[in-house]
């Protein structure tokens, strides 16, 4: 019925005449996917020379599910391969598209003073002089990759991490380069553990299909010029938080050096008390001639001449990971110890494997938007004081004697009997951090706290307010090189030691990355790798679940009719194709009354109160009644909704069933 609606609708178009025939033209493009069994404890795939293995060669756990018939064998682990191929051709099957995909060389309007596109940052353009073959072609394609683990079941009791790898075109022009539909999808790590270190096992494949497309190209077809050329494709970053960083890139985000800019020159200490590592130390990042280099007793006591650390290309990385001793991949393997000369590095990334790695300006992208998070919820918990959140607790003023700088915070003994002088006066989501940390933090500040906090705070938020913007200004951020360090540095003269975690520490890169990477909205962490999939999880529940729920409940009847009971082969079987609408009822001796019926009354019979569960810690949820529908089912069996308005913060609108 739809297809011939459409046929009348555009009677031009060519459009199938059947579902058969439209399923034929999907298998026609291509566009599916591949599965590849893998090893239960992630050290090998079941691919290429492994493909005909039963079971894994390093652990000998075996491929498939124990105790299942040999007719029917179940892997244990299925990866999920989504071919690039097909889906870059799908970008040049359509002229429109087939012409934007050169928007960047061709049509990208030049300044040298600003940058609102990828291809105006430094790395992209050193990555043009270093391959300048790649670029004769403004049709080859580059690339960026988001990962991150989600849980698909939406139920932090049930863990279970999975990792979907997504690949973003930056060819097209900015109002077309993030939208949804030009998402790529290449693979979907399966769990239920977390992939960690292992995740290299599970690329494979897409990194083989990266090196085909960048050393030998693949036959494409234009829809705009009616020609067929060879396409070439390079992978420029991946986008990623903080901890898939350390996965990704093979150093690791935690201890002593886990900051992988500074690398080697990570300045941390240990808190004794506060049981962690701080990064302090922001006065070196300032200019060699600036007057705090020698403030001491503003800072640690100690005149601080070094020079900041310095920035590692390729070669200098790749000098490093000679030192690595041999990393087997697997859980079947104990953790290994990493010896001083390996620093925090944990194994040679796979990304290496591609020949235009090492040459890249820019690899892996720090996330603005975890960052900025982060340190907002550092703020605002020790300004408000918030229990087990504060970072300026006795732990701290411990951590600063011991340390032996601002002395004034030190804890005051008088006899048995200790004081703490004052210094300072959950749940929110990244975007909510964003919104405060720009807009509200400013203002909430500028009356409240002593003006040398208070600047410094509104300082650090018109930082984040101008790195985040969407077109960028190449001197301004150059100076926030210098502004990021300052402020650093205000804020070691205010807050406690524990306050600088490495969240902290790594906004001082930030501008540099902003210069090499261009615009923060290309390169942030995209929140739906976390939740399309599981979107898409729960809207196959809702299409796919009745149906299922009919036939499993109609055959359980046919094998074992005492096992159903009559309520639940009714709900089964669905409620009646009609309805009836009321604006009032009785239900258990309780009357209701729509919201509407009430406007011109004295008495309220509108209201509902419904107890939530365990993940809603059993808060009490009030709403309204806009709406009452009676659904019938068969025997006479009835059960009412109500279309309720919630006062609530966590959900705007909801249904309560009140079965009779």
């Known amino acids: 019925m739809l297809l011939n609606l459409l046929r009348t609708a555009f009677p031009d178009a060519e459009l199938p005449h059947s579902y058969e025939e439209s399923k034929s033209l999907e298998w026609g493009l291509d566009i599916n996917y591949h599965k590849i069994h893998a090893c239960p404890n992630d050290c090998i795939l079941f691919w290429k020379e492994n493909a005909n293995l039963n079971e894994c060669p390093t652990c000998k756990a075996s491929r498939w599910v124990p105790n299942t018939h040999k007719a029917s064998l179940i892997p244990q682990k299925v990866l999920r391969h ?65 990962s991150d683990d989600f849980n698909p079941f939406n139920n932090m009791a049930k863990p279970y991490s999975i990792w979907p790898v997504i690949l973003v075109s930056y060819n097209l022009p900015p109002w077309l380069c993030m939208k949804d539909q030009f998402f790529m999808t290449s693979l979907i790590i399966p769990g239920p553990k977390y992939a960690g270190n292992d995740i290299d096992v599970y690329l494979q494949p897409l990194v083989d299909e990266l090196l085909e497309f960048w050393e030998q190209g693949v036959p494409m077809y234009d829809a705009s010029t009616k020609e067929t050329f060879m396409l070439h494709a390079a992978l420029m ?68 001449h070094r020079i900041q650390p310095s920035v590692l290309e390729g070669s200098d990385i790749l000098a490093q990971l000679l030192m690595l001793g041999d990393v087997q991949f697997g859980k079947s393997h104990r953790k290994r110890k990493r010896t001083v000369e390996e620093l925090n590095w944990t194994k040679y990334s796979i990304f290496f494997k591609l020949p235009y790695w090492v040459t890249l300006r820019l690899r892996h992208n720090l996330d603005v938007m975890h960052i900025e998070k982060n340190i907002f919820n550092n703020i605002l918990c020790t300004l408000m004081n918030i229990t087990g959140k504060i970072k300026d607790n006795i732990n701290s003023r411990c951590d600063l004697e011991i340390l032996g700088f601002r002395k004034e915070l030190h804890l005051k003994y008088d006899g048995e009997r200790v004081t703490m002088p004052q210094a300072l006066i959950s749940g929110l989501k990244s975007h909510d951090c964003h919104v405060f940390m720009q807009r509200l933090l400013p203002i909430a500040v500028g009356g409240i706290l002593r003006t040398d906090i208070a600047l410094a705070l509104i300082e650090l938020c018109t930082f984040f307010k101008g790195l985040c913007a969407r077109t960028l200004d190449v001197y ?18 205010i807050f406690p030691p524990s306050f600088f975690d490495i969240m902290v520490h790594l906004a001082v890169h930030l501008p540099r990355e902003a210069i090499l990477g261009g615009p923060v909205q ?16 729960d809207q196959t529940h809702r299409t796919e679940f009745p149906n299922w729920l009919k036939k499993r409940v109609q055959d359980q009847r046919i094998t074992n009719p005492l096992g159903v009971t009559g309520d639940l082969y009714a709900l089964a079987c669905g409620p009646e194709r009609w309805v009836a609408s009321y604006t009032a009822c009785v239900i258990n001796g309780k009357r209701f009354h729509m919201k509407q019926r009430e406007l011109r009354r004295r008495t309220q019979n509108s209201g509902v109160v419904v107890t939530g569960d365990e993940n809603t810690n059993n808060v009490d949820f009030y709403g309204v009644i806009n709406e009452i529908i009676e659904l019938h089912y068969m025997g006479w069996r009835r059960v009412y909704l109500f279309m309720c308005d919630w006062f609530d913060v966590i959900r705007d609108k909801g249904y309560e069933l009140i079965t009779i």
């Open 476 to 493: 301004q951020i150059s100076q926030f090189e210098i502004d990021i360090a300052t402020i650093l540095c205000k804020l070691e003269m």
């Open 237 to 304: 970053w991946t986008i990623n938080d903080f901890p898939a960083y350390g996965i990704l890139s093979g150093w690791s985000t935690k201890a002593r050096l886990a900051c992988p800019s500074c690398n080697e020159g990570t300045d941390s200490n240990w808190l004794k008390y506060g049981r962690k590592h701080c990064y302090m130390g922001h006065h070196h990042f300032l200019p060699s001639d600036h007057m705090w280099q020698k403030r001491k007793n503003l800072f640690n006591g100690k005149e601080d």
């Open 522 to 537: 290309y390169r942030e962490h995209y929140e739906k790798c976390r939740v399309h999939i599981p979107n898409c999880i």
């Open 82 to 146: 989504f071919p690039l191929k097909p889906r870059l051709q799908r970008l040049f099957m359509t002229a429109n598209i087939a012409r934007e995909m050169r928007w960047h060389k061709e049509q990208r309007p030049i300044d040298e003073s600003s940058m609102r596109h990828p291809a105006d940052a430094e790395s992209w353009k050193r990555f043009d002089e270093d391959h300048s073959w790649f670029t004769q072609d403004a049709r080859n394609v580059r690339l960026g990759l988001a």
